[in-house]
């Protein structure tokens, strides 16, 4: 099978932020899909969308088809500052603020209601971009590890709370999408069944975040499993390494800066953004789901010497037992019933 890598090419020899890697903007530009009468009314919800982070370039990038967009974010007055600068591109779609916490259902359960209300129960993609990486332990207000809580579990809550309206809105000529933000830290990811939640086990921040970032990939090729004969599909993606206020737990980020072969692999947030917005838009992936994208293609299997910031997946992020195990599990801890 011939690999879908439009940017292949410019991914080769990468030279740091602002080199020829594609951005958002020029995804939607590549895909003939600027003020697109097709994706005129289209609604897409995107999560974190506050300044500084991938979400705005993902927003930015959408609204530029002519699509209604739905930014969520903890703090509004950060996301209505987002919106006007989105709005300056004079495109007709709306860009409304819904205030969500990822880290609260209660919080998850008032936005997804506010978002239903506005949108008059449409939706035809959502990203799951939100995260948290590295935090100091803590919990959820529900009670899970901070990290699993807010980037999977917050994630799966939305998801089924907006699934009736994805389902809704799909057919058979533009499938709806789940768009899952990942990371390449899936691949040193395990998924701790026995104590999801670090009650038992001693906490580890980077253990919690590639936890989180595996259950990323394992419930979108579950959601893909589940509904795929509904015209709804996921996939997952990995934005690639872009130094944003995600970083902020970190004690020192000298050995990405500060190492020229590291640098060199690093983008602007609007390139960062470009993974995300491709797997939302493009003609070449419709009908395809349970993928995982990073540099604007579909990755291939990672060797297994691959450093962190290198590409691909790992084999266990496609276990199809274990995202069905997750799915129950996560149900069960959400208190839904599917
Ligand atoms: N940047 C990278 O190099 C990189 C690499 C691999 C994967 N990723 C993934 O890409 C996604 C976006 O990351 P980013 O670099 O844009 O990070 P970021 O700048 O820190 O943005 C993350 C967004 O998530 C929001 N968020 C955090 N906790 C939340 C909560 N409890 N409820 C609701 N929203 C919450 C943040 O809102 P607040 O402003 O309110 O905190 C912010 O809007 C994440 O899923 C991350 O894991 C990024």
Same mark, same amino acid.
């Given at each position: 099978?011939?690999?879908?890598?439009?940017? $292949?090419?410019?991914?080769?020899?990468?030279?740091?932020?602002?080199? $020829?890697?594609?951005?958002?903007?020029?995804?939607?530009?590549?895909?003939?899909?600027? $003020?697109?009468?097709?994706?005129?009314?289209?609604?897409?919800?995107?999560?974190?969308?506050?300044?500084?982070?991938?979400?705005?370039?993902?927003?930015?990038?959408?609204?530029?088809?002519?699509?209604?967009?739905?930014?969520?974010?903890?703090?509004?007055?950060?996301?209505?500052?987002?919106?006007?600068?989105?709005?300056?591109?004079?495109?007709?779609?709306?860009?409304?603020?819904?205030?969500?916490?990822?880290?609260?259902?209660?919080?998850?359960?008032?936005?997804?209601?506010?978002?239903?209300?506005?949108?008059?129960?449409?939706?035809?993609?959502?990203?799951?971009?939100?995260?948290?990486?590295?935090?100091?332990?803590?919990?959820?207000?529900?009670?899970?590890?901070?990290?699993?809580?807010?980037?999977?579990?917050?994630? +799966?809550?939305?998801?089924?709370?907006?699934?009736?309206?994805?389902?809704?809105?799909?057919?058979?000529?533009?499938?709806?999408?789940?768009?899952?933000? =990942? =990371?390449?830290?899936?691949?040193?990811?395990?998924?701790?069944?026995?104590?999801?939640? +670090?009650?038992?086990?001693?906490?580890?921040?980077?253990?919690?975040?590639?936890?989180?970032?595996?259950?990323?990939?394992?419930?979108?090729?579950?959601?893909?499993?589940?509904?795929?004969?509904?015209?709804?599909?996921?996939?997952?993606?990995?934005?690639?390494?872009?130094?944003?206020?995600?970083?902020?737990?970190?004690?020192?980020?000298?050995?990405?800066?500060?190492?020229?072969?590291?640098?060199?692999?690093?983008?602007?947030? $609007?390139?960062?953004?470009?993974?995300?917005?491709?797997?939302?838009?493009?003609?070449?992936?419709?009908?395809?789901?349970?993928?995982?994208?990073?540099?604007?293609?579909?990755?291939?299997?990672?060797?297994?010497?691959?450093?962190?910031?290198?590409?691909?997946?790992?084999?266990?992020? +496609?276990?199809?037992?274990?995202?069905?195990?997750?799915?129950?599990?996560?149900?069960?801890?959400?208190?839904?019933?599917?």
């Amino acid at each position: 099978m011939v690999r879908i890598a439009p940017y $292949a090419e410019q991914h080769k020899d990468p030279q740091g932020p602002g080199d $020829a890697r594609p951005t958002a903007s020029r995804i939607i530009e590549d895909q003939g899909l600027v $003020a697109s009468p097709s994706w005129t009314g289209r609604v897409v919800l995107v999560t974190g969308c506050s300044p500084g982070g991938l979400g705005p370039e993902v927003a930015r990038a959408i609204h530029l088809t002519g699509a209604d967009v739905f930014i969520t974010v903890r703090d509004v007055a950060k996301g209505k500052q987002v919106a006007e600068e989105i709005l300056a591109d004079g495109k007709p779609g709306k860009v409304e603020v819904i205030k969500i916490d990822l880290s609260s259902l209660e919080s998850i359960k008032a936005g997804a209601e506010e978002f239903l209300r506005k949108s008059g129960n449409k939706l035809n993609v959502l990203i799951n971009n939100a995260g948290i990486m590295a935090c100091p332990e803590g919990k959820t207000k529900d009670g899970f590890d901070l990290q699993l809580g807010t980037n999977h579990l917050g994630h +799966f809550y939305l998801f089924h709370l907006v699934k009736d309206a994805l389902l809704a809105s799909a057919s058979p000529s533009f499938n709806s999408r789940v768009v899952s933000v =990942s =990371s390449a830290g899936h691949r040193p990811g395990k998924i701790n069944f026995d104590d999801l939640n +670090f009650e038992r086990t001693e906490f580890n921040t980077w253990a919690a975040y590639n936890q989180s970032k595996l259950a990323n990939v394992l419930f979108a090729n579950e959601l893909d499993r589940r509904f795929q004969s509904q015209n709804l599909r996921a996939v997952t993606t990995h934005p690639g390494g872009i130094m944003t206020p995600l970083a902020r737990h970190m004690p020192s980020t000298a050995h990405i800066v500060g190492d020229p072969a590291i640098a060199k692999t690093l983008m602007t947030p $609007a390139q960062g953004a470009a993974t995300a917005v491709w797997a939302a838009v493009a003609k070449e992936l419709e009908g395809k789901g349970g993928i995982y994208l990073d540099e604007v293609a579909v990755a291939e299997l990672s060797p297994p010497d691959v450093p962190f910031y290198g590409g691909g997946y790992a084999a266990h992020a +496609f276990d199809p037992p274990t995202e069905k195990r997750l799915w129950e599990e996560s149900l069960k801890l959400t208190g839904l019933s599917e």
